[in-house]
């Protein structure tokens, strides 16, 4: 069975489980442990991100050559489209969603995290003692603010970041006013692509990701409830209900499992 070593909660690895699941293909995932982990995984595959796949002796990654390797493997239900121009746009766009939603995706749920007091506590563990929530959700948004500047999550990084994210966004909806997909009647990389690594932009209604249950459906304000971007969100959510598997298990129980949020 093919093997996704991942971090839960990474927005790449996101990316891959909708392909598989799009793909219909089984797999298990291999939660890595942030540092100590991914010495392993670079004894594994010469490099230390994730995601990462194996496939019997076949070791894969890079979120985007994985999405390949698996559409030449397996080209059952394929998400590259077979005409070359319209291939040409999927992949543009799929490099797109990679190189600037992805990083500024980060950067706006970092600044969404220091500001909102809500936020903060929802990535707290169901069963955090309230006092700690109220601690937590009281350290000060400047005081956070600053600790972020100089490593390119100031509060002037995080403003770009979120005009850029509108700006895709409302390009996204453009888009999805006469299509229903990004570039053909068919999703392809494209689209997972930007579901996927929006996932910081706004977690998934539902537990598809194994988070905690607080954060389903939360997201960065001014994006996540925007009204303008109302047919990106449908779009996205409908792509998760038709494609995405829902998790089986319960959430898991914050006190004896790992939920730390691995945002780089
Ligand atoms: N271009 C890579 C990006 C992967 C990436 O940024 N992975 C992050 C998690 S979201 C990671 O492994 N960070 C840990 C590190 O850089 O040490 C892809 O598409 O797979």
């Known amino acids: 069975m093919i093997e996704l070593y991942q971090f839960e909660a990474s927005h790449y690895c996101e990316k891959v489980r909708l392909v598989l699941d799009y793909k219909q293909l089984d797999y298990r995932t291999v939660e890595v442990t942030p540092g100590v982990g991914q010495v392993d995984l670079y004894r594994l595959s010469g490099q230390r991100q994730v995601p990462v796949i194996k496939d019997g002796a076949t070791v894969v ?11 030449k493997t397996y080209p059952e239900r394929p998400v590259l489209p077979g005409d070359d121009a319209i291939r040409g746009l999927c992949m543009m766009l799929e490099d797109w969603a990679d190189e600037s939603i992805g990083p500024n995706g980060r950067k706006a749920m970092i600044g969404a995290f220091s500001q909102h007091p809500s936020f903060r506590t929802a990535l707290l563990p169901a069963s955090t003692p309230d006092v700690v929530k109220t601690l937590v959700g009281a350290v000060p948004g400047d005081v956070l603010n600053l600790l972020g500047t100089g490593i390119g999550f100031g509060p002037d990084d995080i403003k770009s970041a979120t005009l850029s994210l509108q700006q895709a966004l409302s390009s996204i909806c453009g888009v999805l006013s006469e299509h229903p997909y990004m570039v053909s009647g068919e999703p392809t990389l494209a689209d997972f692509a930007i579901a996927g690594i929006s996932m910081y932009l706004k977690f998934p209604t539902q537990q598809y990701v194994d988070l905690p249950a607080g954060l389903c459906g939360k997201g960065v ?11 990106f969100w449908a779009w996205r959510d409908r792509l998760y209900a038709d494609y995405r598997k829902v998790r089986s298990g319960p959430p898991s129980d914050p006190g004896s499992g790992p939920v730390k949020i691995g945002i780089d």
């Open 221 to 231: 304000p001014g994006l996540a409830d925007n009204p303008e971007y109302e047919r």
């Open 61 to 71: 990654a890079d979120s985007t050559a994985i999405a390949l390797y698996l559409d």
